[in-house]
């Protein structure tokens, strides 16, 4: 399965939204019902940090300004309102069919 | 507290081997999937391997027959054997608990 982001990069002024959308080639819905569509942010230097599982579920201590949204093949990240400590790369990975990761979208503060 | 802690990275000769070792505490590895992913300089995130539950292992086309991913569940360690090095392995390895923890990786580098 081939995962593709877009933009591949994204510059947002302070309080404003951004938006990253996620394609795969073939449906991420599994036979058990689930769609196992995550993403990601690595921070400058840090290792890859988990911020939603399965399309839309928060994990623990993400705020509440990260959103993801989509079904089958398309999906989207969006940050309600970017903050200086968002910037870095964000990935969408999926784990229906073992796994595979975007190509990554970085993100800076304008 | 879930806490995974790579070793065993550092530089080979092309066609050389290197044994990784994931350490993990807070859990037991056989009761969770766990996965290698590494990252080139400069690049994104490649998904290399898998060992489930049962012991069914996966691997990405580019390791395929190269690498092999193993556990120890006495020592709740997992191990990825990398025979066959290439200059295109080099990366920094990450070990991660199915899909929410990551280890702070290792780096290899594959260069005459």
């Known amino acids: 399965i081939v995962m593709t982001q877009t933009p591949l990069s994204l510059s947002v002024t302070p309080g404003q939204p951004a938006s990253i959308s996620c394609k795969s080639s073939?449906?991420?819905?599994?036979?058990?019902?689930?769609?196992?569509l995550y993403w990601y942010l690595q921070k400058p230097g840090q290792s890859p940090q988990l911020l939603i599982y399965?399309?839309?579920t928060r994990f623990s201590g993400v705020p509440d300004r990260f959103s993801g949204s989509g079904s089958g093949t398309d999906f989207t990240l969006k940050i309600s309102r970017v903050e200086a400590d968002d910037v870095g790369v964000y990935y969408c990975?999926?784990?229906?069919?073992?796994?595979?990761f975007g190509q990554g979208t970085k993100v800076e503060i304008k | 507290e879930v806490l995974l802690v790579e070793s065993g990275g550092g530089l080979v000769q092309p066609g050389g081997s290197l044994r990784l070792s994931c350490a993990a505490s807070?859990?037991?590895?056989?009761?969770?999937?766990m996965s290698w992913v590494r990252q080139a300089p400069g690049k994104g995130l490649e998904w290399v391997s898998l060992?489930?539950?049962?012991?069914?292992?996966y691997y990405a086309d580019s390791v395929k027959g190269r690498f092999i991913i193993s556990r120890d569940s006495s020592k709740n360690t997992v191990f990825l054997q990398m025979n066959s090095l290439k200059v295109e392995d080099t990366a920094v390895y990450y070990c991660?608990?199915?899909?929410?923890?990551w280890g702070q990786g290792t780096l290899v580098t594959v260069s005459s």
């Open positions: 991660v608990r199915r899909v929410e923890y």
């Open positions: 807070g859990f037991t590895v056989d009761s969770n999937y």
């Open positions: 060992i489930y539950r049962d012991g069914n292992s």
């Open positions: 073939q449906s991420l819905l599994h036979n058990d019902g689930k769609t196992y």
């Open positions: 399965e399309i839309s």
């Open positions: 990975m999926q784990a229906t069919h073992l796994q595979t």
